[in-house]
């Protein structure tokens, strides 16, 4: 009964989830929309909601680059956005060395810093998320949903484009996932049950045109058969389904 509430909660919270938060991170822990997300149990295992997102690359652009003795070795300064929790004493904008490189391969010598400013807060136009959903006990469970990878450039245009949708039980897909383009037209529709295919279905083009046809044969085999866009069969193959596994 307490999975099942659990289950139904996190489908209500993933039905309503938008991008338009910014994300705190506040020790292993993640705090999106004012919920608390990416917790772990007593054995150091995933257990509850958890949202798995990349924050992007954001090099900053005050680097700097100058000459400063008569043999013409140069220095360059680097320095990086970098998003984690604060440690200790650490606050939000501070900028610490990570690391010092030297180059001696050429005929002068490049001494090249890199730095870090840190930020425990990612605003949305600076990361993409990449699944929600539920684990307990560190497996994943009940409804999942993934996400199209956007860049930073797009990420303010493109948000939350469903890749796909369905359920988890210990770890393997169950029942009905939909599976998207980034434009929302509907890839394939796939029954499963311990992850893996129980009937036939068709993968279709962005344009609606079957691209792929998956038939089961029996038990065991399964057809694959490839179409062209209007509607000519180019070739087929027959195997076993961990063989297709590319296909679903």
Same mark, same amino acid.
């Given at each position: 009964?307490?999975?099942?509430?659990?289950? *139904?909660?996190?489908?209500?919270?993933?039905?309503? @989830?938008?991008?338009?938060?910014? &994300?705190?991170?506040?020790?292993?822990?993640?705090?999106?929309?004012?919920?608390?997300?990416?917790?772990?149990? #007593? =054995?150091?295992?995933?257990?509850?909601?958890?949202?798995?997102?990349? %924050?992007? /690359?954001?090099?900053?652009?005050?680097?700097?680059?100058? &000459?400063?003795?008569?043999?013409?070795?140069? !220095?360059?300064?680097?320095?990086?956005?970098n998003y984690r929790s604060l440690k200790g004493r650490e606050s939000d904008g501070m900028v610490i060395l990570v690391k010092t490189e030297i180059d001696t391969l050429v005929d002068y010598i490049h001494y090249n810093k890199?730095?870090?400013? &840190?930020?425990?807060?990612?605003?949305?136009?600076?990361?993409?998320? =990449?699944?929600?959903?539920?684990?307990? +006990?560190?497996? $994943?469970?009940?409804? !999942?949903?993934?996400?199209? %990878?956007?860049?930073?450039?797009?990420?303010?245009?493109?948000?939350?484009?469903? =890749?796909?949708?369905?359920?988890?039980?210990?770890?393997?897909?169950?029942?009905? !996932? *939909? @599976?998207?383009?980034? +434009?929302? =037209?509907?890839? $394939?529709?796939?029954?499963?049950?311990?992850? *893996?295919?129980?009937?036939?279905? $068709?993968?279709?083009?962005?344009?609606?045109?079957?691209?792929?046809?998956?038939?089961?044969?029996?038990? #065991?085999? !399964?057809? %694959? +058969?490839?179409? #062209?866009?209007?509607?000519?069969? *180019?070739?087929?193959? %027959? /195997?076993?389904?961990?063989? @297709?596994?590319?296909?679903?």
């Amino acid at each position: 009964m307490k999975i099942t509430i659990l289950i *139904l909660l996190i489908s209500l919270s993933i039905n309503s @989830f938008s991008q338009n938060d910014t &994300i705190y991170l506040e020790g292993n822990n993640v705090v999106f929309g004012n919920q608390k997300y990416n917790l772990l149990n #007593s =054995e150091g295992e995933k257990d509850g909601k958890w949202i798995h997102y990349k %924050a992007f /690359d954001v090099e900053l652009l005050h680097s700097s680059s100058f &000459i400063f003795d008569e043999d013409d070795d140069y !220095w360059t300064d680097r320095t990086f956005i970098n998003y984690r929790s604060l440690k200790g004493r650490e606050s939000d904008g501070m900028v610490i060395l990570v690391k010092t490189e030297i180059d001696t391969l050429v005929d002068y010598i490049h001494y090249n810093k890199i730095y870090h400013e &840190i930020w425990s807060k990612i605003p949305p136009e600076e990361y993409t998320l =990449e699944s929600v959903g539920f684990y307990e +006990n560190g497996v $994943k469970t009940g409804i !999942w949903i993934y996400y199209h %990878a956007t860049d930073r450039l797009n990420s303010s245009i493109e948000r939350l484009c469903i =890749e796909s949708r369905g359920s988890f039980e210990k770890g393997y897909k169950i029942d009905k !996932w *939909l @599976f998207f383009y980034p +434009n929302g =037209e509907l890839k $394939k529709t796939i029954m499963y049950k311990h992850g *893996l295919p129980t009937r036939g279905y $068709k993968i279709f083009r962005n344009n609606g045109t079957v691209v792929v046809e998956m038939k089961k044969l029996n038990d #065991s085999i !399964w057809e %694959a +058969n490839r179409y #062209s866009e209007t509607g000519i069969k *180019l070739e087929n193959h %027959a /195997d076993r389904i961990e063989e @297709f596994d590319i296909l679903y």
